[in-house]
C-alpha cells in the first residue's frame, strides 16, 4: 500500500502531520443519520416483526427471561433468534476490526457497505411478498436485520465516539439532565446529545407512521435507502475534507509586514 494515502491515514498510529492527515468532520453527521435509521428500524421490528427490538437487545433479552419463568403468552423463538443473530453480526463486526481497524477510513467505509448490504436483503425479501408471523420470511428478515444491527453497535462500540452509539439513548437522557444548568453544570456536547435524541424519536415516528400506511415493504425499502445513502455520503464527506486546499494569498506590502 501507498503510506502517503491521506484516506488510510487517519486510522490509529503516529499523526502524519496536517497536510496528509485530513479531520474526519464527515463521521458525526453519518452516525447521527444512522441514529435516525436506528428508530425507523426499532419502529418497523417492534410494529411488524413480533414486538422485537432489533436495534438493540435489552427487551429481547427481558422478553426470553421472563418466558423462562411461570409467565406465559411470550413467543421466545422470534427472541432467540434475534439475539443470537445479533451476536452473529457483533462477530463479524468484530473480525472486520480485527482485520482492517488500523486503516481507519477503509474499516468504517467497508462496515457501512456491509449494513447497507444486509438491509438492502432484507428490502428485497420484503418486497418479493409480504411476510406475516412466524414464517420463514419473517425470520429470515428478523436474521438480516439483527445481523446488521449487531454488526453495527459493535462497530460504533469500537469507535468510541462520545454520546454517539446510534442505538441507545437511556444515558444520553442521563447526561442530558445530570450536566444540565438544574444540576449546576454547564452540559457538554448539548447540540449533539439533543441530536441523538431527536433522531430516534424522529426515526421512531417516521418508521411507525410509515408502518401504519404501508405495511412492511415501504419502511425497509426507505431503511435500506438511507443506509446506501450513508455508505455513499461517507466517503464523499471524507473525500471533500481530506482534498489539498491552496493556501490563501497574501498581497506582498502585507507580506513585507
Given at each position: 500500500?501507498?503510506?502517503?494515502?491521506?484516506?488510510?491515514?487517519?486510522?490509529?498510529?503516529?499523526?502524519?502531520?496536517?497536510a496528509r492527515r485530513a479531520p474526519d468532520r464527515g463521521l458525526p453527521t453519518?452516525?447521527?443519520?444512522?441514529?435516525?435509521?436506528?428508530?425507523?428500524?426499532?419502529?418497523?421490528?417492534?410494529?411488524?416483526?413480533?414486538?422485537?427490538?432489533?436495534?438493540?437487545?435489552?427487551?429481547?433479552?427481558?422478553?426470553?427471561?421472563?418466558?423462562?419463568?411461570?409467565?406465559?403468552?411470550?413467543?421466545?423463538?422470534?427472541?432467540?433468534?434475534?439475539?443470537?443473530?445479533?451476536?452473529?453480526?457483533?462477530?463479524?463486526?468484530?473480525?472486520?476490526?480485527?482485520?482492517?481497524?488500523?486503516?481507519?477510513?477503509?474499516?468504517?467505509?467497508?462496515?457501512?457497505?456491509?449494513?447497507?448490504?444486509?438491509?438492502?436483503?432484507?428490502?428485497?425479501?420484503?418486497?418479493?411478498?409480504?411476510?406475516?408471523?412466524?414464517?420463514?420470511?419473517?425470520?429470515?428478515?428478523?436474521?438480516?436485520?439483527?445481523?446488521?444491527?449487531?454488526?453495527?453497535?459493535?462497530?460504533?462500540?469500537?469507535?468510541?465516539?462520545?454520546?454517539?452509539?446510534?442505538?441507545?439513548?437511556?444515558?444520553?437522557?442521563?447526561?442530558?439532565?445530570?450536566?444540565?444548568?438544574?444540576?449546576?453544570?454547564?452540559?457538554?456536547?448539548?447540540?449533539?446529545?439533543?441530536?441523538?435524541?431527536?433522531?430516534?424519536?424522529?426515526?421512531?415516528?417516521?418508521g411507525g407512521f410509515l408502518v401504519a400506511v404501508h405495511g412492511l415493504v415501504?419502511?425497509?425499502?426507505?431503511?435500506?435507502?438511507?443506509?446506501?445513502?450513508?455508505?455513499?455520503?461517507?466517503?464523499?464527506?471524507?473525500?471533500?475534507?481530506?482534498?489539498?486546499?491552496?493556501?490563501?494569498?497574501?498581497?506582498?506590502?502585507?507580506?513585507?509586514?
Amino acid at each position: 500500500m501507498n503510506t502517503t494515502s491521506t484516506a488510510d491515514d487517519i486510522g490509529t498510529g503516529p499523526p502524519a502531520g496536517p497536510a496528509r492527515r485530513a479531520p474526519d468532520r464527515g463521521l458525526p453527521t453519518v452516525l447521527m443519520g444512522l441514529t435516525l435509521l436506528s428508530g425507523i428500524i426499532d419502529a418497523v421490528s417492534y410494529l411488524g416483526l413480533g414486538q422485537l427490538f432489533l436495534g438493540k437487545m435489552t427487551g429481547n433479552l427481558i422478553v426470553l427471561g421472563i418466558s423462562l419463568g411461570p409467565a406465559t403468552g411470550f413467543a421466545i423463538g422470534a427472541a432467540a433468534v434475534a439475539l443470537a443473530a445479533f451476536l452473529a453480526g457483533a462477530v463479524l463486526a468484530g473480525r472486520l476490526h480485527t482485520m482492517i481497524a488500523r486503516f481507519r477510513y477503509r474499516w468504517i467505509n467497508t462496515a457501512l457497505v456491509i449494513e447497507a448490504a444486509l438491509l438492502v436483503a432484507a428490502a428485497v425479501v420484503a418486497v418479493r411478498g409480504a411476510p406475516t408471523t412466524s414464517t420463514p420470511k419473517t425470520i429470515t428478515l428478523i436474521v438480516l436485520i439483527a445481523v446488521a444491527m449487531g454488526f453495527r453497535n459493535a462497530t460504533v462500540r469500537k469507535m468510541a465516539i462520545p454520546d454517539m452509539t446510534t442505538t441507545l439513548v437511556t444515558l444520553t437522557l442521563a447526561d442530558l439532565a445530570s450536566d444540565s444548568f438544574l444540576a449546576g453544570r454547564r452540559n457538554p456536547r448539548l447540540r449533539r446529545r439533543i441530536g441523538v435524541v431527536a433522531a430516534i424519536f424522529g426515526g421512531a415516528l417516521i418508521g411507525g407512521f410509515l408502518v401504519a400506511v404501508h405495511g412492511l415493504v415501504v419502511p425497509l425499502v426507505v431503511c435500506a435507502a438511507l443506509a446506501c445513502a450513508l455508505a455513499v455520503g461517507y466517503p464523499a464527506a471524507h473525500w471533500w475534507w481530506a482534498r489539498p486546499r491552496k493556501a490563501p494569498f497574501v498581497p506582498a506590502q502585507r507580506r513585507k509586514r
